[in-house]
């Protein structure tokens, strides 16, 4: 009768001890709620090149997107725009989203994402007012729009970058960073963007303080004078007046 007592007390401290293991871990996983993990890893899905997020998924839907307007509006302003600089730019935006839309949809393959095969509402009004308008009005809308999307897509693909697990992403962000780049270069090279327009726009969803740090006050402490070049000697140059006039002095000399 004993061992009987003994072995059953055995078997429902066993029972105890196991769902104290399996309850433990659930309040550990409660422990780290509110810290974003548990919602990076139920969105995440596992591919052979590592998780891919939502915010990568996102990522590549945008780039698709991205070529599907800019590039008839590239193509558009190589025909119809009146100066080079528009037509350049218009250029780049062509080669730039042709080779970019081409990668996207191979990467977007492999890792099963469905993207977009026309563009947005948003984008499609674009290329309807690009259409309606001409001359420098034309020039204008197309430096400033396009500026503007890009500037946008910019913060996305730079937290994608720094922020993804997925190799292809990975890649897939660097080329887009340097392709977005060149293009708004090109943009702002054209002399038509409103950066006033552009900095408004971003003051009205910005969140940090809208004073920023204090302006120089003109009194700063006295900077040091740069070190002569030749060590102990220090010279005073002073422009010539005349054939044989002297062009420095040494200061140093007793």
Not at 69 to 74: I, K, S, V, Y
Not at 153 to 181: G, Y
Request: proline share 8%.
């Amino acid at each position: 009768m004993l061992r009987r007592i003994n072995g059953t007390a055995l078997i429902i401290a066993a029972l105890v001890a196991t769902v104290g293991a399996l309850a433990f871990p659930v309040w550990s996983y409660a422990d780290r709620s509110g810290t974003g993990q548990d919602n990076l890893n139920a969105a995440s899905v596992g591919t052979q090149w590592g998780p891919l997020s939502a915010t990568d998924r996102d990522f590549l839907v945008r780039v698709r997107l991205a070529g599907l307007w800019e590039l008839p509006a590239g193509q558009q302003a190589i025909e119809r725009a009146p100066s080079k600089a528009i037509k350049d730019a218009g250029d780049h935006l062509v080669v730039g989203h042709t080779d970019l839309d081409k990668r996207v949809r191979d990467v977007s393959a492999k890792l099963g994402v469905e993207l977009p095969n026309q563009p947005n509402d948003q984008q499609q009004g674009w290329l309807r007012e690009l259409s309606a308008a001409s001359g420098q009005e034309y020039e204008r809308k197309f430096a400033n729009l396009l500026r503007n999307a890009h500037g946008k897509v910019f913060s996305l693909v730079a937290q994608v970058r720094h922020t993804t697990r997925n190799t292809l992403v990975r890649q897939l962000a660097t080329d887009t960073n340097q392709t977005v780049l060149d293009h708004i270069t090109m943009l702002e090279a054209t002399g038509f963007v409103d950066f006033d327009a552009l900095a408004n726009e971003a003051a009205g969803g910005a969140t940090a303080s809208p004073s920023g740090p204090p302006p120089p006050n003109g009194n700063l402490p006295p900077q040091p004078a740069p070190a002569s070049p030749s060590g102990d000697q220090s010279f005073t140059s002073r422009p010539s007046t005349g054939p044989g006039a002297p062009t420095a002095i040494n200061t140093n000399r007793p």
